[in-house]
T-cell receptor, first 113, second 112 residues
Framework: QQPVQSPQAVILREGEDAVINCSSS?????VHWYRQKHGEAPIFLMI?????EQKGHDKISASFNEKKQQSSLYLTASQLSYSGTYFCGTDEAGGTSYGKLTFGQGTILTVHP | NAGVTQTPKFQVLKTGQSMTLQCAQDMNHEYMSWYRQDPGMGLRLIHYSVGAGITDQGEVPNGYNVSRSTTEDFPLRLLSAAPSQTSVYFC???????????FGSGTRLTVV
């Protein structure tokens, strides 16, 4: 089942912060986050495994609440280069996980000067 | 390292024609998959493979076939193209159960 992302779109000015949420109705083994720029392939940002860990990547970090099957992506002090569509991908728990991902519908992030 | 290589980048087919989209990776990844991307619908899984000789269906497998004879290659075959298969197709690979996907640059397919 496809995870649900919110919001669908975000408009920021450089330096502002944003949070993108990803919610699933299924128990999850892991959550991935990707960014895709127009006309390009998605690029991997980070993976969070069950255990409620939080990860960081420069000014981009994420958390994973496995009890609520939710993950959030935090973008702080946004830069123009952050513009793009962000996707979460979820890997359902149960048995051996081999990384088969179901992606959300995406969140379009636009950063203006 | 070339990563994940997809060919062709663009293709126009007539309804009823068949073709194969090629995907090759040089990272020795066990897991490979095909997704299609349509506006507003994110990435939907077509077929995937956890190793040579092993394939399985994803969310939208109808009209597509795959095979995995080697670790490196995972071609996607369209049996009889339909306008509903107009989309951007991405191939992705990863280590089993660990690490993120590496995506190919995509194939933009139009069926007229």
């Amino acid at each position: 089942q496809q995870p649900v992302q919110s919001p669908q779109a975000v408009i920021l000015r450089e330096g502002e912060d944003a949070v993108i949420n990803c919610s699933s109705s299924k128990a999850l083994y892991s959550v991935h986050w990707y960014r895709q720029k127009h006309g390009e392939a998605p690029i991997f940002l980070m993976i969070l495994l069950k255990g409620g860990e939080q990860k960081g990547h420069d000014k981009i970090s994420a958390s994973f609440n496995e009890k609520k099957q939710q993950s959030s992506l935090y973008l702080t002090a946004s830069q123009l280069s952050y513009s793009g569509t962000y996707f979460c991908g979820t890997d359902e728990a149960g048995g051996t996980s081999y990384g088969k991902l179901t992606f959300g519908q995406g969140t379009i992030l636009t950063v203006h000067p | 390292n070339a990563g994940v290589t997809q060919t062709p980048k663009f293709q126009v087919l007539k309804t009823g024609q068949s073709m194969t989209l090629q995907c090759a990776q040089d990272m020795n990844h066990e897991y490979m998959s095909w997704y299609r991307q349509d506006p507003g619908m994110g990435l939907r899984l077509i077929h995937y493979s956890v190793g040579a000789g092993i394939t399985d269906q994803g969310e939208v497998p109808n009209g597509y076939n795959v095979s995995r004879s080697t670790t490196e290659d995972f071609p996607l075959r369209l049996l009889s193209a339909a306008p509903s298969q107009t989309s951007v197709y991405f191939c992705a690979s990863s280590y089993l159960g660990a690490g993120g996907y590496t995506f190919g640059s995509g194939t933009r397919l139009t069926v007229v």
